[in-house]
């Protein structure tokens, strides 16, 4: 036996024992870099404390990407829509610096509402999921649906002797976003479950709500005018309600379609 043997043994049985406290804490990212951070920190004569940094700092990493994605996957994102792709100018009666304001979810600290109103096609689901998507970047909790989901879900629910686990579920998160209120008129049920939802929320969590139907109309949307009063006083209490009244943003790009073709066909010369 040569002098090194030994010690090269004992050194192996440590690096397994570290390995395996690695393991059983569950610190995978960190147990998976050890030999690569062993290696350099021998290259490049890191000390213990930066190596241990190096070593702690994957783990941290890993853990932050995995709370992301967990968070993501909670949401249900509809679509891939970002604040950042949200064309300000576009959207008319839109303040940027208002969506500025919500892009830093501050308001969720106060649990705030907010309101979007405004006709098919003027971005309000975009600005929603945008808003949503900064949420969970932000770290909360975050669930988007539609009315029309909710509702079913909580018929199914009501069928299935899970009310009260679908109000807690509803509850739960930090921002919870509503699209598409007042495409299709609710039946009495749904309406009552809406506004269970919305009252167990109120002065605690946010709720973001689209709609294509004024305040004024909200009657006509929940079939009863004194749940619709009820479910606005603690909607309106604390919110932010943005107008989008533009023109649509999808008739937009129509537009624009057929105005390229157009300059296409008659070469360059608008037609009168
Ligand atoms: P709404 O929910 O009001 O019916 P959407 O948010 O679905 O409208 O918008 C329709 C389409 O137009 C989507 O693809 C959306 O990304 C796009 N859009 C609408 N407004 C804007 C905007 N101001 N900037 C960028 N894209 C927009
Ligand atoms: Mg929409």
């Known amino acids: 036996m040569t ?13 397994q024992q570290l390995r395996g ?4 804490l569950k610190l995978h990212a960190a147990a998976e870099a050890l030999p690569g951070v ?26 932050t990407a995995r709370r992301l994605a967990g968070r993501l996957r909670f949401a249900c994102l509809p679509t891939a829509a970002t604040l950042e792709d949200f064309d300000t100018d576009a959207a008319s009666g839109v303040d940027p610096a208002l969506i500025r304001e919500l892009g830093t979810c501050r308001y969720l600290e106060t649990a705030t509402n907010v309101l979007l109103v405004g006709p098919p096609g003027t971005g309000k689901t975009h600005l929603a999921v945008g808003l949503a998507r900064a949420a969970v970047h932000a770290g909360y909790r975050t669930y988007v649906t539609t009315a029309a989901d909710l509702a079913a879900r909580c018929h199914r629910a009501a069928i299935e002797g899970r009310w009260a686990t679908t109000m807690r579920f509803y509850a739960g ?28 929320r109120y002065l605690k969590t946010s709720t973001i709500i689209t709609t294509n139907r004024s305040v004024a109309s909200w009657g ?16 309106l209490h604390r919110s932010v309600v943005l107008h989008l009244d533009g ?14 073709l157009r300059h296409s066909v008659t070469g360059n010369t608008r037609t009168p």
């Open 3 to 15: 002098p090194t043997e030994p010690s090269t043994m004992a050194a192996a049985s440590t690096y």
């Open 21 to 24: 406290h690695l393991a059983a």
């Open 38 to 63: 062993l290696d350099q920190a021998t290259d490049q004569g890191w000390g213990l404390t930066a190596a241990l940094e190096r070593l702690l700092a994957i783990e941290v990493d890993a853990d």
């Open 173 to 200: 998160p930090t921002l919870l976003v509503i699209d598409e209120l007042g495409y299709l008129p609710l039946p009495a049920e749904a309406s009552a479950a809406l506004f269970q939802v919305i009252s167990q």
């Open 220 to 235: 006509d949307i929940l079939g009863d005018t004194t749940v619709a009063a009820a479910m606005l006083d603690r909607l």
């Open 247 to 260: 023109e649509s943003y999808r008739l937009r790009a129509h537009q624009a379609a057929a105005d390229t």
